[in-house]
């Protein structure tokens, strides 16, 4: 039942969703913070640009992302003068995950900030708290459950990522093959059996992660 190589899958499944999750955290949070709480001129390109994500082939920005890091693209190593060691590698497979679940944070994100009344936020620097303090001692307690529920949404996706994984990345056994391209390689060998193994643990993992955040998107929204 946990052959080294469904071992392997489910580490690196983990290991890219993880830091996937992490790298996606700080800009994905603020930028939902920034877009529940500003009216802006080009607000609805800034939400369509983080949205596109969500409407484009995943292997449409996996093509974009091989084309930047390539040895000479724009993020290549030609072009830097070092290389980042990005295609072919686990650092590949956190790269597309990345892209393609910041969009799903950035909005669960929002939706947490918007629901913290602004009245409170305005109260507490009517008694004289600086923004940052109204930050951290009033808007992120107060949207914390909402914002775990938004990383954790990002996390589950991170774990389904395929298509631009698998351009940037590769599926190369033990190294970056992660749960999703398993199924794929099963499937072109005809390894049925194997092939229900790895949905099989994929579909447990996204479960758990999506039944984890929907039960911290019930407490945020009783909570406020």
Do not use: K
């Amino acid at each position: 039942m946990f052959d080294s190589a469904l071992v392997d899958a489910l580490r690196l499944s983990l290991q890219v969703a993880a830091c996937s999750t992490a790298l996606v955290a700080l800009p994905a949070l603020a930028l939902g913070r920034f877009l529940a709480r500003r009216e802006f001129r080009g607000r609805t390109l800034v939400e369509a640009l983080a949205a596109l994500p969500l409407y484009c082939p995943p292997t449409a920005f996996g093509f974009l992302l091989l084309r930047a890091f390539r040895r000479d693209g724009p993020l290549g190593a030609q072009a830097l003068g070092f290389d980042l060691d990005v295609l072919l590698t686990w650092r590949g497979a956190v790269l597309a995950s990345a892209v393609m679940s910041f969009p799903l944070v950035v909005r669960t994100a929002r939706v947490a900030f918007e629901n913290v009344p602004p009245r409170l936020e305005h109260m507490a620097a009517s008694l004289g708290a600086s923004r940052a303090a109204v930050l951290w001692r009033v808007t992120l307690p107060l949207a914390r459950n909402g914002l775990i529920a938004a990383l954790l949404i990002g996390f589950s996706r991170s774990l389904g990522e395929f298509g631009a994984t698998v351009i940037v990345a590769g599926n190369i056994p033990g190294r970056t093959q992660t749960l999703a391209t398993g199924i794929f390689d099963a499937l072109q060998v005809g390894d049925d059996a194997r092939a229900v193994q790895l949905a099989g643990w994929s579909a447990l993992l996204g479960f758990v992660a999506v039944w984890t955040s929907e039960w911290f998107l019930r407490r945020s929204r009783s909570a406020v």
